[in-house]
């Protein structure tokens, strides 16, 4: 399975949502990231953990657009690919190998009016599912966001990520342990594929 996780709005969780996935899924068959981002969240956090002594369960490849054209050919079970936020033409490179993308936005206005237009481009090429993270669990806004995605017709899941001191602390950690909800994420998505959606 190949997941894309894009947004066109920056800051909106998309690399620790790859890597939580990528740790999760890790437990269920073998997994690579592929870093599409210029800024190397992703591989600084590979390599933080691993002179940390406490590698990451999955290799992490930083990759630029012609290497996402070979996308398909990776023999990985799992290949996520995490991209930056303004690199339209990579977003469509990632999008057009994918299985399955994963839009992760906070449940605030600002943030789902960019969810809107990035699920838009990415429905025309895959299944497309909005992950709602840093989600305050004193408010309503995530139950009001679902309903604002059910009526729309957009794809979501039903687990949320909650905003939590410890997701945004574990930057360059291996991710052992706690998966804050990532792991129902992955329930979620292969109850999907399973579907054949």
């Given at each position: 399975m190949k997941i894309v996780v894009t947004n066109t709005k920056g800051g909106t969780g998309k690399t620790t949502t790859a890597m939580y996935l990528a740790a999760a899924l890790s437990?269920?068959?073998?997994?690579?990231?592929?870093?599409?981002?210029?800024?190397?969240?992703?591989?600084?956090?590979?390599?933080?953990?691993?002179?940390?002594?406490?590698?990451?369960?999955?290799?992490?490849?930083?990759?630029?657009r012609a290497q996402l054209k070979r996308a398909g050919a990776s023999s990985t079970e799992f290949l996520i690919i995490?991209?930056?936020?303004?690199?339209?033409?990579?977003?469509?490179?990632?999008?057009?190998?994918?299985?399955?993308?994963?839009?992760?936005?906070?449940?605030g206005a600002m943030d789902m009016a960019r969810t809107w237009s990035t699920e838009a481009e990415a429905a025309k090429v895959v299944d497309t599912f909005v992950l709602l993270v840093q989600v305050d669990s004193r408010t309503r806004s995530a139950g009001e966001?679902?309903?604002?995605?059910?009526?729309?017709?957009?794809?979501?899941?039903?687990?949320?990520?909650?905003?939590?001191?410890?997701?945004?602390?574990?930057?360059?950690?291996?991710?052992?342990?706690?998966?804050?909800?990532?792991?129902?994420?992955?329930?979620?998505?292969?109850?999907v594929a399973s579907d054949g959606r």
């Open positions: 437990e269920s068959g073998s997994v690579e990231v592929w870093d599409a981002d210029p800024q190397g969240s992703a591989s600084e956090w590979a390599l933080r953990a691993e002179e940390d002594g406490t590698p990451l369960p999955f290799e992490v490849r930083s990759t630029n995490d991209t930056a936020p303004g690199d339209t033409q990579a977003i469509n490179e990632a999008l057009s190998v994918a299985d399955v993308a994963i839009i992760p936005t906070s449940p966001a679902q309903d604002f995605l059910k009526e729309a017709g957009v794809g979501y899941f039903e687990t949320v990520i909650p905003r939590r001191e410890a997701i945004r602390q574990s930057f360059g950690s291996n991710l052992a342990g706690q998966k804050y909800g990532y792991e129902s994420v992955v329930d979620e998505l292969m109850e």
